[in-house]
Nanobody, 115 residues
């Protein structure tokens, strides 16, 4: 079964940057549409960005212009570059395939934006 492992979270001041990584297992990673999600306790998980197998990207309005999703299929990794971070970006961030390849959720990586 495919697994995705998130990393790169941490504590950052408002206006700062972080880059999250999502490492996937298996040989079919390159054909998956991949998404980055985030969740605040008590709220539903929110899709913030996704990238197709050919690199087409889509963003939630709340992160457009600040976050960039990218992928390296040779390494089975998808990234989320987060710039101009705001306190409201504080959440646990998860990655997963969308549709084909969707797998049980991992533990995610905590992002905390605070001064």
């Amino acid at each position: 079964q495919v697994q995705f492992v998130e990393s790169g979270g941490g504590l950052v001041q408002p206006g700062g940057s972080l880059r999250l990584s999502c490492a996937g297992s298996g040989t079919m990673f390159s054909i998956y549409t991949m998404g980055w999600y985030r969740q605040v306790p008590g709220n539903q998980r929110e899709l913030v960005a996704h990238i197709s197998r050919v690199g087409t990207t889509t963003y939630a309005d709340s992160v457009k212009g600040r976050f960039t999703i990218s992928r390296d299929n040779a390494k089975n990794v998808v990234y989320l570059q987060m710039n101009s971070l705001k306190p409201e970006d504080t959440a646990v961030y998860f990655c997963n395939a969308i549709g084909l390849g969707v797998s049980p959720w991992g533990q995610g990586t905590q992002v905390t934006v605070s001064s």
